[in-house]
């Protein structure tokens, strides 16, 4: 999953990316209002955490205005403005949810899953497919009843495909959320990567559509 976050705070900031690398998620690092407006015009991430004391563009005017531009991604604010007026601001801002700082990284993480299920219309954490089950809680992998060990970028994989199954995933949007909007991807990046995780699991669990993408059927073998 690729994080935009948007934090102006050094030491926070720093400290919320090393706590979402931990959890597996890809993390993009912006620290100004202008950058991240333009960040999220693109909707190339799959969530944002959006600080509202930022520096160029106050937080809540760049999520006036992302929304304004039909931009659809789940935004969790993250501030210490804690007054009930300023949650309802937030919210009625186009905000999806509100942390208030100081928060501890695992509810972070817990409320970005629960954004992010909400957003893909998901009820639970376990996302299946024929045989093949995925815990986005736990990052548990199942094939066939067997588990299945992943390194981090496989699991993002895994997650960016199951989640939609049967549906052609285009290669671009696998990139961005792979590897963000801060790294230079190889040419054969993906295809690696795609080849290891098939040998984990079977060469018909992920098919390709060359040029395009790749999929995962509704009902793997």
Known sequence: MHVLLVEDDLDLGAAIQRALDRFGYTVSWLRDGKSA????????????????????????????????AHVTTPVLVMTARDGLHARI????????????????????????????????????????????????????????????????????????????????VRRESLENTLYGIDHVVGNNALEVLVHTLRRKLSFDTIRNVRGFGYMIPRNPE
């Not at 693109?42 to 937080?59: E, F, I, N, R």
């Open 89 to 168: 601001d937030g919210l009625d801002a186009g905000a999806d949810d509100y942390l208030v700082k100081p928060f501890h990284v695992d509810e972070l993480a817990a409320r970005i899953r629960s954004l992010c299920r909400r957003a893909r219309g998901f009820a639970a954490n376990r996302v299946e497919a024929g045989a093949l089950s995925i815990d986005l809680g736990t990052s548990e992998v199942t094939f066939h009843g067997k588990p299945i060990d992943l390194t981090r970028r496989e699991f993002s994989l895994l997650q960016a495909l199951i989640e939609n199954a049967g549906r052609l």
């Open 37 to 68: 407006l333009l960040a999220m015009r693109d909707q190339t991430a799959d969530l944002v955490l959006l600080d509202l004391g930022l520096p160029g563009k106050d937080g809540l005017d760049v999520l006036v205005e992302a929304r304004r």
